[in-house]
């Protein structure tokens, strides 16, 4: 019965797939397809985790997966078939029904044709491993004991992703990488409940981990947020720490799709036709990037089609240098197609982490940006953000777990958080001061891979529209 | 492939022609064109029963108090169109097994996709591995709610018709037709259709006796028109987010005829180019199910999670501000006293139904708010202890809700939301009955941004279509508009709410919780409802 299954040993320790594990499985697949042309695309991840709440350990997760999906051509027609069963006859059965499948779909115009063999750049060598669970526990501890001996209540997650991907075709295409990615976070709470305070140390491996550090911020946070007042929701001078900017910053990388724009659908439609490439939409010190260098992958990423990521500067200065063109709308637009990629979002699929955008920094520290304000509001994160108007990149959510009042220089007291409806493109307008860019992770969930660089910034202005009494 | 050959190649061509060669299950592989129809399962298998059994056995033996084993087969397919276009059709099959175990009190999780006996073996003793490296931070040991136990039986979700074996053509063409006939409609200048349909087939072991066997079905047809003004100053989308995803077949996207519903859709999205930007302040709204669905479930269904109020999820979805327990139970006035709020996993056709949760637990019937009192949470069996000092108090049994899920079988379950359903009011009002008793207002179809703080506090909620009322008539469209309010004063001012025709059941795939974030699928019914004085803000800026 284990013929549905992976032979074991096509599976590494860590249960990702090698190169050359992937390579043989590609070649099983393609070897079964009987349609024109063929696309295999291989994800294989492996996770390890260990959530902690109300001071202990709660529950943990081993897991390893790997699936196959198989895209069957036949002219213009497409389908695709995924499975995890890795065996050959598997394989040949999930190629033959796409190719059934792709039979009865009527043609796509704008399918462009699979490319061929592509160069890629060499492969880093990085440390693909998981810790154990006495591993996680004893850096879990490290939270929960400060925590504990504080008098408070810390709940957090420590998540360890390593993953591999590989695209190969019927053209000769083979891409491979892999990548290891680790988030720690935690929060920590008053047991009055008006205090909350959080901490994330986010790497490539599990000894890039800070735990010690984790605990020591959330548990200040916590202790300084403590009983916060009221202040009137409105226009503020605002400090937004890393975490904060790319909550709302990455939200630009999201629209930045050519089509939409071109076709009068996105902030970055020109109004009365065309984009708003060469056009200034924020300060001049903002300059947003992303770059295979960034990436914690071995081989610094591919995009959905295959072709080695580039470093795309999609900010320049204030001014919109790109925007992402796939194939076909590129050829169309007669330019040259972004070789983004990454994992969705904005960018494009495709494998690897190549997707890690960066927002250049300055040089102030976030205690020089303090010193500077008369009066103002520093907020450590944001919460439940969800587009409000496509048109303006507005955005709605809240600020959470450490949100502080600024007067004369000094962080004066807790605020209660503020529910805001705001677009990145109107404070980046309005900056004042950046620091040096550090990684972050700001996605929502905050799971392992979530990572961006970015600075804490000063702005002008940032509003508030109304109060919040969650702690 | 210009890939050099390994060593290891040559192995895994001998050890895939030796297996195949053995097959047991891979015999029932089928050509093709049935396979359209019908694939291999772990649907009751007793080669697969077997193999469950192997992890309870390696758990029993190395010390654990409680284990569980799940396996589960799952397909889905997505059709996406755009215009004239199919952008894509996927097949997704994924199968594997998860162990959860229970040593002095902690739990350990692990997952394989590999179904053999050393595999499973392998994956029980890491989930061991993992409960006695967990048990060493322990305060407080995990304690169970007792159940009947040896619960043993099939349940299957009340398709009519199964997705999977209507053709692809047929499905293409029905999403097609409906892209041109929104797109004969001027401005429109972006039609997207999809149908998703998903297929679970589930089988459950527990230590103590049980053995249950369920299979799932969901389906959703969905569009979205977007249209652009002349000028291209504006572009306004609508989507279809009247029509639900369910807990049913074909049947149900036969029933959304999204072909003769595509033009209205088509056409609200151009008339809200030129609706008029809502001036913003107090008004009396009126939220239709398409749109109170979503609101019940951030502000009711979430914050009455056990877990949540517990501090269990600080971390990342949040506390609740439906807490402590004990200030809160039976006491806190969550709203006026038409709100009555029920949580089931029963109800035809919705997305939480089943016949056994995933530890097992029949789930129950239960009032989480009655004549606007909050009177319970909901819970799994590792919760429902928690609150026995309660349940004593008031003479309910200590025992779970049927409130555990895991997303899938490389997940662990914890507690999710049931379907958390507000009933309808004892009068017979429909949604035209409760427009006409409005004498100035907003009203609200559809789902749209939505926004909440981590306690459940502040919320802010748009929708698809929003319209003026004067005079107990819809006299316009409104654009530009969100409702914004504090959870407990909104409850506490629905005043009017429609009866048994009026109920309508919303839901969601994609509901988010716990770390990693799982997905869980449920439904909530609701009826249309106004509320007094709400504030209203205008979204509207320029660039």
Not at chain 1, 96 to 103: G, H, M, N, S
Not at chain 1, 108 to 135: D, F, H
Request: glycine fraction near 10%; include cysteine; proline fraction near 5%.
């Amino acid at each position: 019965m284990s013929s549905f299954f992976a032979p074991r040993s096509l599976v590494s320790p860590t249960g990702i797939l090698t190169r050359a594990e992937a390579a043989e499985v590609a070649r099983r697949a393609l070897a079964g397809s009987p349609a024109e042309e063929t696309r295999i695309s291989i994800t294989s991840t492996a996770r390890a985790d260990t959530r902690f709440a109300v001071n202990q350990v709660t529950t943990s997760g081993e897991n390893s997966d790997t699936s196959v999906t198989i895209t069957a051509y036949a002219g213009g027609r497409a389908a695709s078939v995924n499975t995890n069963r890795l065996d050959e006859k598997s394989l040949a059965d999930a190629a033959r029904q796409a190719t059934e499948i792709a039979k009865l779909v009527p043609p796509n115009p704008e399918r462009m044709p699979e490319l061929g063999a592509q160069q890629y750049p060499p492969a880093k060598s990085r440390v693909i491993s998981l810790p154990t669970p006495t591993e996680r526990a004893a850096a879990a501890r490290k939270v929960t004991e400060q925590a504990r001996a504080a008098g408070l209540i810390s709940t957090g997650f420590i998540e360890c992703r390593v993953g591999a991907t590989a695209l190969a075709n019927s053209k000769g295409l083979f891409a491979y990488d892999s990548s290891s990615a680790v988030t720690m976070t935690a929060t920590v709470r008053t047991s009055d409940g008006t205090g909350s305070g959080w901490a994330c140390s986010d790497g490539d491996t599990f000894d890039q981990i800070d735990a010690q550090r984790v605990g020591e911020t959330a548990v200040e946070k916590a202790r300084t947020s403590r009983n916060p007042v009221a202040i009137e929701p409105g226009r503020y001078v605002t400090i937004l720490e890393p975490t904060a900017v790319g909550n709302l910053v990455q939200l630009i990388a999201g629209a930045m799709q050519a089509r939409a724009a071109d076709e009068g659908r996105s902030f970055f439609s020109r109004p009365g036709g065309g984009n708003k490439i060469g056009l200034k939409v924020v300060d001049e010190r903002v300059t947003l990037l992303t770059d295979p260098a960034d990436s914690p992958s071995t081989n610094g990423g591919y995009d959905g089609d295959g072709m080695p990521l580039e470093k795309v500067v999609w900010i320049e200065n204030g001014v919109v240098k790109n925007l992402n063109y796939d194939r076909f709308w590129a050829q169309k637009q007669g330019v040259s197609p972004t070789h983004a990629g990454g994992g969705g979002g904005g960018f494009g699929g495709g494998g690897g982490g190549g997707r890690t955008l960066r927002m250049l920094g300055g040089t102030t520290s976030i205690g020089e940006m303090v010193k500077s304000t008369e009066r103002g509001i520093l907020v450590t994160r944001f919460w439940y953000i969800r587009s409000v108007d496509p048109r303006t990149i507005l955005n709605t959510g809240l600020t959470r777990d450490g949100t502080f009042l600024i007067e004369n220089g000094k962080i004066s007291r807790p605020v209660k958080n503020f529910r805001f409806n705001e677009s990145p493109i109107f404070f980046l307008n309005n900056l004042e001061l950046l620091s040096p860019a550090t990684r972050i992770n700001a996605s929502e969930a905050l799971g392992a891979g979530g990572s961006t660089i970015m600075p804490a910034i000063k702005v002008k202005e940032f509003t508030f529209s109304s109060l919040s009494d969650a702690v | 492939m210009d890939q050099p050959v390994t060593h290891s190649r040559r192995d895994f061509l001998k050890t895939s022609a030796a297996v195949a060669a053995t097959t047991a299950m891979g015999a029932h592989r089928l050509s093709p064109r049935e396979a359209e129809a019908a694939r291999p399962s772990a649907r009751d298998d007793p080669a697969v029963r077997e193999l469950m059994q192997v992890a309870l056995d390696v758990a029993k033996t190395a010390g654990a108090s409680y284990a569980d084993v799940r396996v589960a087969a799952r397909r889905q397919q997505n059709i996406n169109t755009r215009d004239k276009i199919v952008q894509g059709v996927s097949d997704t099959d994924t199968f594997g097994l998860g162990v959860r175990t229970l040593v002095d009190g902690a739990w350990g999780f692990a997952a394989t996709s590999m179904l053999t006996k050393e595999a499973i073996a392998q994956v029980t003793k890491s989930a061991i591995g993992q409960a006695l490296a967990n048990r060493a931070s322990q305060l407080r040991p995990v304690v169970l709610a007792p159940t009947p136990g040896n619960q043993v039986g099939e349940w299957r979700s009340p398709i009519s018709t199964d997705p999977f074996a209507i053709p692809i053509v047929d499905k293409v063409a029905l999403l097609l037709a409906a892209n041109e006939a929104a797109g004969r409609i001027k401005q429109v200048r972006q039609v997207t259709s999809s149908m998703f349909f998903l297929r679970e087939e589930k089988t459950l072991m527990t230590s103590d006796g049980s053995y249950i066997v369920q299979t799932i079905y969901r389906t959703q047809p969905s569009m979205s028109v977007t249209a652009v003004s002349d000028d291209r100053t504006d572009f306004q989308t609508r989507q279809s987010n009247d029509i639900a995803p369910m807990g049913l077949g074909y049947e149900h996207v036969l029933s959304a005829r999204l072909a003769e519903n595509a033009p209205r859709w088509a056409q609200d999205a151009v008339e809200k180019l030129s609706a008029k930007p809502v001036e913003p302040g107090r008004y009396d709204l009126v939220l239709h199910p398409s749109n109170l669905w979503l609101t019940i479930h951030e502000t009711v269904a979430h914050p009455t999670e056990l877990d949540r109020a517990m501090g269990y999820e600080a971390n990342y979805a949040g506390t609740s501000f439906v807490a402590p327990p004990e200030k809160v139970l039976g006491q806190l006035k969550f709203g006026s006293a038409v709100m009555n709020i029920q949580g089931d996993r029963e109800q035809p056709g919705s997305l939480g139904a089943i016949g056994w949760d995933d530890e097992a637990v029949r789930p129950a019937r239960f009032d989480i708010i009655k004549n606007g009192i909050f009177v319970d949470y909901q819970t799994t069996r590792e919760q429902a202890p928690m609150l026995d000092w309660y349940y004593k108090k008031t003479g309910k049994p200590v025992r779970s809700y049927g409130c555990s899920y895991a997303q899938s079988w490389s997940d662990i379950q914890f507690q999710r939301m049931p379907n958390v359903s507000l009933l309808p009011g004892k009068n017979d009002y429909t949604w035209d009955d409760v427009i006409s008793q409005t004498d100035k207002g907003v009203a609200i179809i559809g789902d749209g941004s939505f926004s909440i703080d981590q306690q459940r506090y502040n919320g802010q909620f748009a929708g698809q279509c929003f319209y003026e009322i004067r005079g107990g008539k819809i006299v316009g469209m409104l654009k530009d508009l969100a409702y914004q309010f504090k959870t407990p004063e909104f409850w506490g001012s629905m005043e009017v709410i429609g009866g048994p025709r009026s109920y309508h059941l919303g839901g969601a795939f994609g509901d988010a919780k716990g770390q990693p974030g799982q997905s869980n699928a449920i439904s909530h019914g609701c009826v249309p409802a106004r509320f007094k004085q709400v504030n209203i803000i205008n979204t509207g800026r320029r660039a």
